[in-house]
Nanobody, 129 residues
Framework: QVQLVESGGGLVQAGGSLRLSCAASGLTFSSNPMGWFRQAPGKEREFAAAISWGGTRASYADSVRGRFTISRDNAKNTVYLQMNSLKPEDTAVYYC??????????????????????WGQGTQVTVSS
């Protein structure tokens, strides 16, 4: 049974930083693309960042590129999202997601909800102005 558990959310002032973590279990972590999505109140869930199996490739939404960094530690089965220069519009529930293993996807960084197979419960990030 695949489980994803996010942590690290909280309240921060604009311009501040947070690091989210997502611990995975129940899968061969090193063979799965991982992603972070977010959902603000009244809005649809949207892509933030994704990382390939070995962490050599990453992709970002335009809204976070240059401020957020996704990384992974396959030895710890954990993916991270370092968020710097936070803005009030970054306020959302942040979800991590994993795509099941499929051959030939070593460098793939999926950016749409439907490409992921399992989701965490989310962690709240609130940025005050």
């Amino acid at each position: 049974q695949v489980q994803l558990v996010e942590s690290g959310g909280g309240l921060v002032q604009a311009g501040g930083s947070l690091r989210l973590s997502c611990a995975a279990s129940g899968l061969t972590f090193s063979s799965n693309p991982m992603g972070w999505f977010r959902q603000a109140p009244g809005k649809e869930r949207e892509f933030a960042a994704a990382i390939s199996w070995g962490g050599t490739r990453a992709s970002y939404a335009d809204s976070v590129r240059g401020r957020f960094t996704i990384s992974r530690d396959n030895a710890k089965n954990t993916v991270y999202l370092q968020m710097n220069s936070l803005k009030p519009e970054d306020t959302a529930v942040y979800y991590c997601a994993v795509r099941r293993y499929r051959s030939g996807e070593r460098y793939y960084t999926p950016a749409t909800l439907g490409e992921y197979d399992y989701w965490g419960q989310g962690t709240q990030v609130t940025v005050s102005s």
